[in-house]
């Protein structure tokens, strides 16, 4: 199957961490994004994480990878109202070349003061 | 380096209309593919060109095409509009040599058909 998938809504409190946790189910999973997109906005690249990376690590982001779960999250430390987005995971595939991503839902992070 | 252009920005149709889009990359990007944005479906891949090729191809029909440039600019086009059509169609490119390099995406085409 080629189903990426994440929780719809989180919520949380200025200062606090947020952890928006994705799925995906094709192991062939090369590459995989993190995107933001705020409203009337298109995507923007947060991160990416290497398949056979565990974790990394930018600023306020850390990806965290299980291989074996095949289990993505992104955590976002001290949480301010200007994260209030939808965030999507995406993999690509090795697909014999080609640039095809395949996205999660979508999750829609609330930011409350 | 400016980011990826897409124009127009908003488009309003009429079913059976067509209309096409156009996006220019990230200067020195050679790959340019196209997806599609529902609330219902969520983002979708159409397809994506490299070289003035086309590498991969998603699932929607035929009435959805596409172009490359020489200069890697990218125009899509629909035929025969349809409600379901309505959507925002984001264009994301990428430098991809060999495929899989991270692709940068533009602001999007909203486009509504009545």
């Known amino acids: 199957g080629e189903d990426v998938e994440q929780s719809l809504f989180l919520s949380v409190r200025e200062g606090d961490s947020s952890v928006i946790n994705c799925t995906y189910t094709?192991?062939?999973?090369?590459?995989l994004y993190w995107y933001k997109q705020e409203p009337g906005a298109g995507l923007q690249l947060l991160t990416y994480?290497?398949?056979?990376?565990d974790m990394k690590q930018d600023q306020r982001l850390t990806v965290l990878l299980n291989k074996k779960d095949k289990h993505l999250s992104l955590r976002i430390a001290d949480t301010q109202t200007g994260d209030s987005a939808i965030y999507f995971c995406?993999?690509?595939?090795?697909?014999?070349?080609?640039?095809?991503?395949?996205f999660g839902t979508g999750t829609q992070l609330k930011v409350e003061l | 380096k400016a980011g990826v252009t897409q124009t127009p920005r908003y488009l309003i149709k009429t079913r059976g209309q067509q209309v096409t889009l156009s996006c220019s990359p990230i200067?020195?990007?050679?790959?340019v593919s196209w997806y599609q944005q529902t609330p219902g479906q969520g983002l979708q891949f159409l397809f994506e060109?490299?070289?003035?090729?086309?590498?991969n191809k998603g699932n929607f029909p035929g009435r959805f095409s596409g172009r490359q440039f020489s200069n890697s600019r990218s125009e899509m086009n629909v035929s025969t509009l349809e409600l379901g059509d309505s959507a925002l169609y984001l264009c994301?490119?990428?430098?991809?040599?060999?495929?899989?390099?991270?692709?940068?995406f533009g602001p999007g085409t909203r486009l509504t058909v009545l």
């Open positions: 994301a490119s990428s430098f991809a040599a060999q495929g899989g390099d991270t692709q940068y």
């Open positions: 094709d192991s062939s999973s090369t590459y």
């Open positions: 994480i290497f398949s056979n990376m």
């Open positions: 995406a993999d690509r595939r090795s697909t014999g070349g080609g640039n095809k991503l395949t």
């Open positions: 200067s020195g990007h050679r790959s």
């Open positions: 060109y490299f070289s003035e090729t086309q590498r």
